[in-house]
């Protein structure tokens, strides 16, 4: 027991109580860093989407799947260029995340045969000014296909009459390459668009035939 020079007593028993609590936080601190770093340190593969190409009427067109999404999307701009028929939506509604601008009415939808590898479908898509990609397939054709994705690989598996079939995702490699030289420029996305044509006259239009002469050095 301790008598301080203002009065007060304070015992050595709740001296000692209040060091091993002190060291009781700062084990629980440690302990709740340390989850925190692990939380930190999440692969970035869970984040992953998956990225394709596809074949509709034997041109190439990307595609993505995302089971998050509640609808099967067509881009407007491929189902210009492909003369696909449209039908009228049976309930028009709004949609939001997939534009820039705001809300838009989705009224229309369009059946869509894609092919991939050995796989071949038609797919029922709502019809919608988007730029990001052509064909978008989410959570309905993921439930009428039965389809199985394994979050580690980030590949989809299902059966297709009596034949398995298992998707692969592109690499990162791959859509990069896809994106800078296979191409056309009415597949590029926008902002490729854009920049393309802003920078256009440092494109020569045709390349000189042969090489370029040659020219003495001045010093």
């Given amino acids: 027991m301790i008598l301080r020079e203002n009065g007060d007593i304070e015992s050595e028993s709740s001296h000692e109580e209040t060091s091993t609590s002190g060291s009781e936080c700062e084990y629980s601190s440690e302990e709740v860093l340390y989850e925190g770093d692990l939380f930190m340190m999440v692969n970035p593969k869970r984040k992953n989407i998956f990225y394709s190409r596809c074949l509709t009427q034997r041109k190439c067109y990307y595609l993505i799947i995302n089971g ?61 000014p988007m730029e990001a990609i052509h064909v978008l397939l989410g959570r309905p054709w993921q439930y009428d296909r039965k389809v199985i994705h ?42 490729f668009e854009k920049m393309l044509e802003e920078f256009k006259d440092i494109f020569s239009k045709g390349m000189p035939q042969g090489l370029p002469p040659i020219r003495g050095i001045e010093h």
């Avoid at 999307?73 to 939001?96: E, G, M, W």
């Avoid at 601008?101 to 050995?118: N, Q, R």
């Avoid at 034949?163 to 030289?181: A, G, R, S, W």
């Fill in 150 to 191: 394994d979050c580690v690989t980030n590949k989809f598996s299902f059966m297709h009459g009596s034949n398995k079939v298992i998707l692969k995702h592109l690499t990162p490699k791959e859509v990069l390459e896809d994106l800078m030289m296979n191409s056309p420029l009415d597949n590029l996305h926008a902002t």
């Fill in 68 to 128: 998050g999404n509640n609808v099967n999307v067509a881009s407007q701009r491929l189902v210009d260029k492909l003369c696909i028929p449209t039908v009228p939506h049976s309930k028009s509604y709004k949609l939001q995340w997939l534009s820039e601008h705001g809300e838009m009415i989705v009224d229309k939808h369009a059946s869509i045969v894609i092919t991939l590898d050995k796989y071949k479908d038609e797919i029922l898509c709502d019809v919608v």
